[in-house]
């Protein structure tokens, strides 16, 4: 008989607790999909995943009985391998929310993923802004930046600021078409004009004859609808190449501060940028990157991607302390954060559209001489603050399906 | 009279390289059957799947006709971006989506094959490289594809109108069968005349043409039936993935059909499928690993290289003296 009512008393144990969860579900499972081995590695990678462990820490759930787990992967800016992760995380380790995914084609991939399983994807790398436009969904975010503001930011505030003329030069691929042509018509709004522009092909070494022609324009402003190595690489032969000492003004128009720090101040001097985060604007985006690099094993101060995953988890938590409980329901997770306002270290008060639009304010920044600098990572000195609400897409301009009702 | 039926029957009868084979088969065809019961990630499998017959129809041109292809994923990519595009814009069925996307790829294989075929060994694998990277700048610069954003959340639909593709456990079978087609199409290949042919080819082509053969009609044909099958298995990959895009074109996918198929053991029926679930697996389950997922995938090529040349499966045939 005793030892029917161990076994009976085995059997409902389970259940008793299983029950219990059910009731009071206190368990998050956060997965960072970024790119840990290849051209994102140093913008987003290791750091994205630290940011978002330090937003799990800084949320304070863990001492109120929540359990929070951060698990990483790499999608080897494979599309096919992030939503075959994505999905596998959703479905078989119960993942609730995916951060960060660098790499357009995979977060547009993962975005469709998260869909289809009703998790919550929080984009702070990818710079596609058909996440809050064609293709946006209810349960996706698109936190940091977007094309638009690296192409209105840069091309309306560089064009106010005197630069009237502009030349491209930009990568032959259709996100340096794409960009190319989104500050073109934000510098024709302003008032600017286009005298012309050249495409060079994909991971190019050699930027010379390109670069002649964009100095033999005499336009005030040389843009570079390109990333990566092709950035790198062109601007380090524009200062070969004096453009910068002779007048003209470089604008990159993708351009992380990790590439600036490889790059070396030398090289990268004048060049004109766009960013919504940099860890030198005021005493709690200090305070924030301060943290961050003494735990960083490569010692880097924080990028804009990786500050976007810190404030994207910190406010998908807080939304759940706020609730009490996760639902594990990703859409209402999702329109739950949209309610709530935003305000963290990194980008301070902001708030989420109704397209999944995050929203604050966009610097124009200019990267300092090398007399100017303090010592490393001293890089950026502010030329203009573009409000929150000209930063980005305005939401009656959006094509989001989500918005007609 | 009686020599003569005795003869007939014992001709009739499979001979032992065969009999393994075709245990080999059931027992892999039974294991796969099984999976979704299994609790094994049915995803994985299929995407495993795919890649798997990608492999075996990379094995049919360079493990029997001897000839490395170094561009052979711009037929699966290929096949990906019509098929893909059929579905999406054109919203035609999935089954004609799969035969137009298998269609392209073969048009593309009789082009690309009638070039390359002209040349051997280094000369072969640098033109099917070559003509592979220009159809790549194609795809990166055509509007149809959205360059690297890819083709994305393609609709599944219904096959043949009837059999629902959005449901995980139908879609496995879906794949299943057509793997199991892929792969039964290559075996009877490999063992018919055709493929004796191909393999003597392989050996020897001056000695093939002596003996009166047109080795570059064989050639062409495998290298069409070898780009079609790499197509079929693109078509299916556009189902399992919602996507298409750049990755499987790119020469790095043609470079990974080379490993799976190094690993498994160049020239066996099943190697190719072993190498493609070995990789499968460890690009799914190492991900967590980050950077080191391409140090351990390079290591174990290294090491397998080194140390047993005829692949896995190679290896333990030749341990075990079956024919696999």
Known sequence: ?405 | MTTLTTNSIANSKPTAPVRDEIRTFIILTALLVAVPISGLYPFFVMNALCLALFACAFNLLIGYGGLLSFGHAVFLGTAGYITAHALKVWTVSPELGIVLGVAASTALGVVTGLVAIRRQGIYFSMITLALSQLVYFIYLEAPFTHGEDGIQGVPQGKLFAFIDLTNPIVLYYVVLAVFLAGFFLIYRSINSPFGEVLKSIRENEPRAISLGYKTDHYKLLAFILSAGLAGLAGAMKVFVAQNASLTDVYWTMSGEVVLITLLGGLGTVFGPVVGAFIIAAMQEYLASFGQWVLVIQGTIFVICVLTFRRGIVGEVAHYFKMSL
């Open chain 1, 1 to 405: 008989m005793k030892k029917y009512i161990y076994r009976l008393f085995a059997y409902l144990c389970p259940l008793l607790v299983s029950f219990n969860a059910y009731a009071l579900d206190k368990n998050v499972k956060i997965g960072v999909l970024t790119d840990l081995s290849s051209l994102y590695a140093d913008s987003a990678g290791s750091g994205s995943v630290l940011a978002a462990q330090m937003a799990v820490e800084d949320s304070g759930l863990t001492k109120k009985g929540w359990t929070v787990e951060v698990i990483s992967g790499d999608h080897q800016n494979k599309p096919d391998i992030g939503a075959s992760i994505a999905r596998r995380w959703f479905d078989v380790d119960k993942v609730d929310l995916i951060v960060d995914v660098p790499n357009s084609g995979v977060a547009l991939a993962v975005s469709r993923v998260a869909k289809e399983k009703n998790g919550v994807l929080i984009v702070s790398s990818a710079a596609v802004s058909d996440l809050t436009n064609a293709q946006c969904t209810s349960n996706t975010i698109h936190w940091t930046y977007d094309t638009y503001t690296l192409a209105n930011g840069t091309g309306t505030a560089l064009t106010t600021a005197g630069g009237k003329t502009w030349y491209f030069l930009a990568a032959d691929y259709a996100f340096g078409a794409a960009l190319e042509r989104d500050t073109a018509a934000a510098v024709e709004a302003t008032g600017g004009k286009v005298i012309g522009q050249v495409k060079h092909p994909l991971n190019t070494s050699d930027f010379s004859s390109f670069l002649l022609q964009a100095q033999a324009s005499k336009a005030d402003v040389i843009g570079l609808a390109n990333a990566g190595a092709d950035t790198s690489n062109s601007i380090k032969q524009a200062a070969e190449f004096g453009i910068t000492r002779g007048g003209q003004r470089l604008a990159g128009l993708l351009l992380f501060i990790n590439e600036v720090h490889a790059l070396e101040l030398n090289a990268a001097q004048g060049l004109v940028l766009t960013a919504t985060f940099y860890w030198d604007l005021n005493d709690r985006t200090r305070s924030f990157s301060k943290r961050f690099q003494e735990r960083n094993k490569k010692g880097d101060m924080p990028s804009m991607p990786q500050a976007g995953v810190y404030s994207g988890v910190l406010h998908y938590l807080k939304t759940l302390d706020k609730a009490g409980a996760n639902s594990h329901d990703g859409a209402q997770v999702v329109a739950a954060m949209k309610e709530l306002p935003t305000d963290d270290d990194a980008f301070g008060k902001g708030y989420i559209e109704p397209n999944g639009r995050k929203i604050h304010p966009a610097y124009l920044f200019e990267v300092k001489k090398p007399s100017e600098s303090k010592g490393p990572w001293d890089y950026y000195k502010l030329l203009a603050t573009i409000p929150a609400e000209k930063a980005f897409t305005p939401i009656s301009q959006s094509s989001c399906p989500l918005l007609k009702k």
